[in-house]
């Protein structure tokens, strides 16, 4: 039985979307000059449908000073995104990156620019992304009390 006779349309995105993802993870790690910094994680967005689960990894590798490569993909029900690009970090505070990525629609390209702030306790994180669902932003502050941070 072949893939597209099991899958739906969908479903077969997803999945290229995911392997391509790992790949790319596994070479960056593999070639990286220093540790990696690897995060995953869940989130929860809420929606007219109510809650809507994400999971969501990053690897981020640097290649030299000041520059590293970022790895991202979400995945959510009906919905999987995968973007790498360079990210400079001139100082520890403050990073800046852009990025190129498919996703899970009829027209698959996305660019996605991003930057943070982290000063003390505070942290600002603002993401604006375009590609075939439209666009998309995010910003999030958070601050951190003790092993705890809250934010919005």
């Known amino acids: ?26 070479s960056l790690v593999s070639f990286a000059n220093a540790e990696p910094f690897i995060l995953i994680g869940s989130e929860n967005r809420i929606s007219e449908e109510g809650f809507v689960p ?31 690009g360079p990210t400079w970090s001139p100082t520890q505070s403050f990073s800046l990156g852009v990025a190129g990525g498919i996703e899970t629609a009829d027209a698959p390209w996305r660019a996605m620019v991003y930057s943070s702030l982290h000063v003390k306790n505070l942290r600002l994180l603002g993401i604006a992304e375009y590609g075939g669902t439209g666009l998309w932003y995010k910003a999030v502050a958070t601050y951190d009390i003790g092993p705890v941070s809250v934010g919005a």
């Open 1 to 26: 039985m072949r893939l597209r006779d099991s899958c739906s349309r969908f479903e077969q995105k997803q999945f290229t979307c995911e392997i391509l993802m790992l790949l790319l993870i596994a």
């Open 54 to 84: 994400r999971a969501k990894t990053i690897v981020d590798v640097g290649i030299v000073d000041h520059l590293s490569v970022t790895t991202t993909l979400v995945v959510s029900p009906g919905y999987a995104e995968a973007y790498i």
